[in-house]
Each structure stands twice: as structure tokens, then as C-alpha cells.
């Protein structure tokens, strides 16, 4: 198998669309040798906002103490390789194909996209072996398939409102969905990237499961040194990920914190001349590109308290998924933003410009903010040109798919000769 051909078997996994339970990964990991027994000390981290960021972080204080580290994380921006990396590095082609070969073998074929990517890097890693392996959770907690492990540590970031029709309509359903990777004896920590009426009841369910528990608190946050991820957000996620690693009994090097980088999360791409890695086709004349996947209300609340923080003031490309609650997210971003420029990814799950267009002309009016210059583009290079003729920053945000396009275009990212994503969850 090649990894093109890796990719072509994946497609049509995307048919079984997205299906919790745990006893299809059970049975396949143990004819596999239970791989997930061999991936070292495991930080299980969930949650609604901050997954990724958080792993990174965590990662990065695991690393600084000398010890191998292993990630798995969803989804990936441009490249299946990036949900998978061994210090720091996305897994080698020859790497996943290895492992994808092994699962196909034991049955892998019968299991769903999201099923098929954890066997696949539970063997992988467990292959090339780590001190620390830091697994984020898919869609909820409970019955998502990384739920299969015995994590030294667990950790939810926070809940907010998103995957309703998956999860449950109530915060407190949510929660305690997310709650699901709480294990007997082990520590749980509590994060403060979400709502804080969700608290309680992952305080309950860590209770009710026998787990010891951390609840990141104001002081928590303040105490947090100088991170390399803008905005207050992740000063919380950066307090849940110390709180993880200190109860793995590692060493918290603070100077790592200042060096993690987060692909897609408030990533700011430089003054838009040509340089190494960067394409030339953005027109010239914007200071600086935002790249941020803020896809939720509660996500992009966030992400406008972080362009408020630094002043940017930036035109937005927006982009989203018909199935997001666009009106809340449009809620949280166009009373920042001077000027939007609504467009599409290029996949059927986008919302058409149009009608996203109007969506953000209502928020906008909605908060009393007058009127703002809202326009459609039909696709990322439109848009962008279109935003250029501000003479101001781009903040290209609402959609992770979006944000894989644009640095594909603008940093000549890795990226995948097909394209490969997870199934919308319904």
C-alpha cells in the first residue's frame, strides 16, 4: 500500500458517518495485540474549546524534559500525517502506511473513518514507542473511540454548547458526555475554557467515578508564565495542560511555553511580502494574515476577546459549516471585525457565501454596531483579494477546512494529493 492509496481506502469509510461505542475499537485493538497498552503515560484530553492547543502545550512541557512524546489529535488542517506526530514530527509516510496495513488486516475496513485513524495511531505509536502520549478525544467522551485507554491523567478544557445533536441539548447532557473519560483513582482535571455552569457536573462525575480532582481556578490562570499563543484563552488551556503534566509528576519548564506554536490557532502569518515557505500569491499591501479555526459561538467569543486584546481592528474571510450555529458565531466576531468578506470551503458541508453573508449583516445590526461593509466571495482567493483593498490585517477564520486551505495557498503547507476529512456528525 502506498500512502496515496492509503488515502483512497480511507474515503469510503466516511459512508458509516460518525458512530460512538467503544466495542468495535475494543475488538479490533485486542487482535492487534492491544497497542493502546504500549503508548507509555497517557493525558486523555476532551472538551469542547482547546483540545488542540492544550495538547500542545502539554506536549511541549513533556518534551522539555527530555521524555519522547506522541500525539494524536483531530482534525488535521491539509495533511491525514499531521493527527499523528512523534517528537514534535508529523509520522513519516512509510510510518502510517505501516500501521494502516496492520489495521486493514485485522478488520480495520469495517470500522468508521474516526475508528480506522485511532487503531491506525494507537499501532503506530505504540510501534515507535513514547514516554508520553497525548491523545485528544474525537466528538465527545464517553463512547469516543479513544475512550479505550487507561490514561495516567484526563483532562476536559471546559464545555460550551456544540455537537447537540450528537451530545445532547443541555449543557449539563454535554458535560456530562465529555465527562465520560473520567477514570477511578487517576486525576481529573477541570479546565476553565468553558462555561462555568458545566463545572459542577464534571465535578460530580469525577466524584462519582473515584477520580482525583483539579479544578483550574483564577489563581491558576494568573500564575501562568509567558505563553506563545496570544490571548486569554490560552492562558487557561496553558493552566489545565501544567496542571496535567504536574500530575504526570513532571517537571513544568516554563521557557517551553513560550516556544509552542499551534497551527490554525491564532496564527499570524507575516507582513505578506515573499519569504521562505510563503506563497506569493497574496496581493500585497496587508500588514498581517490571521489564521484561526474558531468554528463554535464559544470558540470565537474567544478569538474576538484575543483580537480586542491586541487592537488588529482586521477585515474577516469567514467561512462555515451549514450545519455550525453560524448566527452565534457571527454574533461574536462581526462587532470586532470592520469588514467581511463571506465565502465557502471547497467540500459540500459549506454554507454558501450568500446566505452566510446575511448572517453576519444581521449580527452586526442585531448588536447595535451600525452598518458593516459585508460581501461575498465564491472561494479563499476571492476573498482574500477582495479583503486585500482594506489595506488592513485579514482574519481568516470559521471553519478548520477554511484554515487548511489558506495554508495550503499561503505557507505551502503539506498537503495531501486527495482530500480526506472526517464525516459530518449528525
Known amino acids: 500500500m502506498t500512502y496515496p ?34 503508548l507509555g503515560a497517557i493525558v486523555h484530553v476532551g472538551g469542547t474549546n482547546g483540545k488542540g492547543s492544550t ?40 510510518a502510517i502506511v505501516e500501521a494502516a496495513s496492520r489495521v486493514h488486516a485485522a478488520g480495520g475496513d469495517d470500522l468508521t473513518f474516526f475508528e480506522q485513524m485511532t487503531a491506525i495511531a494507537m499501532v503506530a505509536i505504540a510501534h515507535q514507542g513514547s514516554d508520553v502520549t497525548v491523545l485528544e478525544v474525537g466528538l465527545g467522551g464517553r463512547l469516543d473511540a479513544t475512550n479505550v485507554v487507561d490514561p495516567a491523567v484526563a483532562v476536559v478544557t471546559g464545555v460550551a454548547h456544540d455537537h447537540q445533536a450528537v451530545l445532547g441539548d443541555s449543557l449539563a447532557q454535554i458535560a456530562a458526555e465529555k465527562a465520560g473519560i473520567w477514570k477511578p483513582g487517576r486525576p481529573a482535571i477541570i479546565g476553565a475554557s468553558g462555561l462555568a455552569a458545566a463545572v459542577p457536573v464534571l465535578v460530580d462525575a469525577a466524584r462519582a467515578a473515584g477520580a482525583s480532582i483539579t479544578v483550574i481556578d483564577e489563581a491558576a490562570v494568573a500564575a501562568v ?12 488551556n496553558a493552566a489545565a495542560a501544567i496542571a496535567a503534566v504536574t500530575a504526570l509528576g513532571v517537571p513544568v519548564i516554563a521557557a517551553a511555553l513560550a516556544q ?10 507575516g507582513a505578506l511580502a515573499q519569504s521562505p515557505g510563503q506563497a506569493t500569491a497574496v496581493p500585497p499591501g496587508v500588514p498581517y494574515v490571521i489564521l484561526d479555526g474558531a468554528h463554535n459561538p464559544h470558540g470565537a467569543a474567544a478569538l474576538a476577546a484575543a483580537v480586542r486584546e491586541r487592537g488588529d481592528q482586521p477585515v474577516l474571510v469567514v467561512a462555515a459549516s451549514a450545519d455550525k450555529d453560524v448566527a452565534g458565531i457571527a454574533a461574536a466576531l462581526a462587532p470586532v471585525v470592520v469588514a467581511v468578506i463571506a465565502t465557502r470551503y471547497q ?29 461575498a466571495a465564491p472561494d479563499l482567493r476571492s476573498a482574500v483579494a477582495a479583503a ?27 498537503t495531501d494529493p486527495m482530500l480526506v476529512t472526517d464525516p459530518p456528525a449528525r
Do not use: K
Open 225 to 236: 508564565p509567558r505563553l506563545g499563543l496570544p490571548g486569554a484563552h490560552q492562558r487557561r
Open 347 to 375: 467540500q459540500d458541508r459549506a454554507m454558501e457565501p450568500a446566505q452566510l453573508a446575511a448572517v453576519f449583516a444581521h449580527a452586526r445590526a442585531a448588536a447595535g454596531a451600525g452598518d458593516l461593509a459585508v460581501t
Open 260 to 269: 509552542v506554536r499551534h497551527p490554525g490557532r491564532f496564527e499570524v502569518i
Open 388 to 414: 486585500a483593498s482594506f489595506g488592513r490585517p485579514i482574519l481568516i477564520a470559521g471553519s478548520l477546512f477554511l484554515i487548511g486551505e489558506a495554508r495550503t495557498w499561503l505557507l505551502g503547507a503539506p
Open 5 to 38: 492509496e492509503l488515502l483512497a481506502r480511507l474515503i469510503p469509510a466516511r459512508r458509516f458517518g460518525v458512530v460512538l461505542g467503544l466495542e468495535r475499537m475494543r475488538a479490533i485493538l485486542g487482535r492487534l495485540g492491544d497497542p493502546e497498552r504500549r
Open 55 to 94: 495538547v500542545a502545550m502539554i506536549a511541549a512541557l513533556a518534551a522539555a524534559t527530555g521524555r519522547r512524546v506522541a500525539t494524536y489529535t483531530s482534525p488535521h488542517l491539509s495533511c491525514l500525517r499531521e493527527r499523528i506526530t512523534i517528537d514534535g514530527e508529523m509520522i513519516s509516510e512509510t
